[in-house]
């Protein structure tokens, strides 16, 4: 069960598309529950469809989309309703129900239905919710609601056969509150059979962007109210003065803007260049361009979600710094492979500092990124992924 699925192209529809395929090569029989919706797109798909061997059927929800609180609610309980709906008349008893986390608390409505029908719950947390609403200032969320919230999301933990964790900051907030349950730190991953290194050579978008000779920093993806762009326009600003460094930020989400209203503000147009998200056929390239990514987490969502982006940036070949306060399973990650470095959050002269000294030696760059591609390969390459997954699901 998730909201977005194949051909959609969000993160969490990737992941769940290659992993659904994946599991019917193995001999597996898979049906996925979803909306009919595209993420952040107009249109609507068809109610039923087979891909790649599994069995896909839409439900319909309201389409409110991200333009406000009641209309996401909204959008959420729509599909609540009529997911559960769906679940009932689909599930058997022995089957196995992968509950995502989009919508938030999808879990408990898969619990519910589980038990009904004799199935088995296997919980996949991206991300722990009411927690990151409490994070985010949502006054409700600390308040009797969010404490009956947390109490129906702890029963979908205790009541699953496992419950799936995307990183041990995470499996350490969890655990507890799943009672006897398993816990399983199973990393998130990027493709890549199509994510490879791309020299500047062969990259058609650095001669269409204007990058040659540049050392370019980037920032990919998704720029959330859980990452910090402060620290990087902050260090931006000290680095004015060299024109020789791009701040190349691809992608979108609720900083972009005050990002750029910051970047027109302080007069910086010079330093930063931004492009919208790219099709999955150039994303190799894409992720290619920078010679380091900017990767962040603000503490105060420390375990609560996890930048899987690492991932697809070092499949890129590419070093990264994190910006993150230690200790965080982020800044354990970069540093014990040495696929970059890490700077606190706030510390944009630590930034600008670490990007100057890798514009002045591009060979230590390319030597993080050398690094990244050593660490995807000790253990986060995603056939590895896909085998914990099958393990999994096969002590489900």
């Not at 029989?29 to 009919?36: A, E, H, K, L």
Request: glycine residues 10%; proline residues 5%; neutral net charge.
């Amino acid at each position: 069960m998730n909201r977005f699925y194949a051909p959609d192209m969000s993160a969490t529809s990737q992941i769940l598309t290659r992993l659904a395929e994946h599991l019917v090569t193995c001999g597996w029989q898979v049906s996925v529950i979803t909306s009919r919706q595209l993420y952040g797109a107009p249109g609507i798909l068809p109610s039923n469809e087979e891909i790649g061997g599994v069995q896909v059927q839409r439900v319909l929800t309201t389409r409110f989309g991200n333009a406000g609180l009641a209309g996401r609610a909204l959008d959420y309980l729509s599909f609540y309703l009529t997911a559960f709906l769906a679940l009932l008349t689909t599930l058997k008893r022995g089957d196995i129900v992968v509950a995502k986390t989009d919508p938030p608390l999808i879990s408990v409505f898969a619990h519910w239905a589980a038990a009904l029908k004799g199935a088995r719950l296997v919980n996949w947390l991206q991300d722990l919710y009411p927690e990151i609403a409490v994070a985010y200032g949502v006054r409700a969320a600390r308040g009797p609601l969010g404490a009956v919230l947390k109490s129906l999301r702890n029963t979908s933990l205790r009541g699953a056969s496992v419950n799936v964790v995307i990183c041990e900051d995470m499996a350490k907030i969890v655990t507890p509150l799943a009672g006897t349950s398993r816990v399983e730190v199973v990393h998130n991953w990027s493709d890549d059979t199509i994510v490879r290194p791309v020299a500047p050579e062969d990259n058609p978008l650095v001669a269409a962007w204007g990058l040659k000779d540049r050392f370019v920093v980037g920032y990919s993806g998704n720029l959330g109210r859980a990452h910090d762009w402060r620290t990087i326009v902050a260090a931006a600003d000290l680095l004015r003065a060299r024109p020789d460094i791009l701040f190349l930020m691809i992608g979108g989400g609720a900083g972009q803007g005050p990002l750029r209203a910051e970047v027109e503000r302080l007069g910086l147009q010079g330093s930063f260049r931004f492009e919208p998200y790219q099709p999955h056929s150039l994303l190799a390239c894409s992720l290619s361009l920078p010679q380091v990514h900017l990767v962040s987490l603000l503490p105060e969502f420390r375990g609560l979600m996890f930048p899987s982006k690492v991932f697809g940036i070092a499949a890129a070949g590419r070093g990264m710094v994190a910006i993150v306060d230690s200790p965080s399973d982020l800044a354990d990650l970069v540093q014990a492979h040495g696929s970059g470095e890490a700077t606190p959050v706030g510390d944009g002269a630590g930034l600008a500092s670490l990007i100057a000294r890798l514009a002045d030696d591009r060979e230590a760059a390319r030597v993080l990124g050398q690094r990244s591609l050593v660490m995807l390969e000790a253990g986060f390459a995603c056939e590895q992924t896909l085998k914990r997954w099958s393990a999994v699901l096969e002590a489900a």
